[in-house]
């Protein structure tokens, strides 16, 4: 199946820092990922969709000028976590349909992000 | 209103046993995607199984079978004979495909702890 990738794996950062996220679909375009957060031991919610060429679409109580989203390439959108404070600690995950599959997203492998 | 819902915080199987994972989900959308994930312990999603609105069989992938009843809009997961590696989380999702366009984004539930014991 096609492949989404995440780097860094896991970040661990001080309070205040800036923290970039990137999500690569390796062996296809994506016009659209998604950006999702996972707190521990609860579900994936959905934080914005990342449109190539656009702004992205954020969901409510989503800080945009907090969370910033760029997706130059049609492989590439990026996560910046700015200022980042203990409570952005968490999981993010991306995902990108793959637009000849409507049976499946890809899910990238998520980067766990510690704020000290 | 929840899109997903999954009753069951935490599941106990015994090995080589079934279980079902139970999954409701609420639309108005006439074309809808219902898809189980698998999380285990390290994070990544994996993808298990997808059942589209307008597939009049249940989706079957090897051990896991959708068990889909439209008009109760339930979508459980069945795993026949259970495996220790089976151990995870599970996530039931939806996506709408009426409104706009076919790549939309996922609901998903809180998620089934699923433990196998040997």
């Known amino acids: 199946g096609a492949v989404v990738s995440q780097h860094p794996s896991w970040v661990i950062c001080k309070s205040g820092t800036s923290v970039k996220i990137e999500c690569r679909s390796l062996?296809?375009?994506?016009?659209?990922m998604f950006w999702y957060r996972q707190f521990p031991k609860q579900s994936l919610m959905l934080m914005a969709t990342?449109?190539?060429?656009?702004?992205?679409?954020?969901e409510q109580g989503v800080e945009k000028d907090k969370f910033l989203i760029n997706h130059a390439s049609l492989t590439l959108s990026t996560l910046t976590v700015t200022s980042a404070h203990p409570e952005d600690s968490s999981f993010y995950i991306c995902?990108?349909?793959?637009?000849?599959?409507?049976?499946?997203?890809?899910f990238g492998p998520g980067t766990r992000l510690t704020v000290l | 209103a929840q899109k997903i819902t999954q009753t069951q915080p935490g599941m106990f199987v015994q090995e080589k046993e079934a279980v079902t994972l139970d999954c409701t989900y609420d639309?108005?959308?006439?074309?809808?995607?219902l898809f189980w994930y698998k999380q285990p312990s390290s994070g990544e999603m994996i993808f298990l199984i997808y059942?589209?609105?307008?597939?009049?069989q249940n989706a079957t992938e090897g051990r896991y079978s959708l068990n889909f009843q439209k008009a109760r809009k339930s979508a459980n997961l069945v795993i026949s004979a259970s495996q220790l590696g089976d151990s995870a989380m599970y996530f039931c999702?939806?996506?709408?495909?009426?409104?706009?366009?076919?790549?939309?984004?996922?609901?998903f539930g809180r998620g089934t702890q699923l433990t196998v014991w040997p």
């Open positions: 995902s990108a349909p793959h637009q000849s599959s409507y049976n499946e997203q890809f």
């Open positions: 062996d296809f375009q994506a016009t659209t």
């Open positions: 990342s449109n190539e060429g656009s702004k992205a679409t954020y």
């Open positions: 639309t108005s959308d006439q074309s809808y995607g």
């Open positions: 059942q589209g609105s307008y597939d009049e």
């Open positions: 999702a939806m996506r709408e495909i009426d409104r706009g366009s076919t790549l939309g984004r996922l609901y």
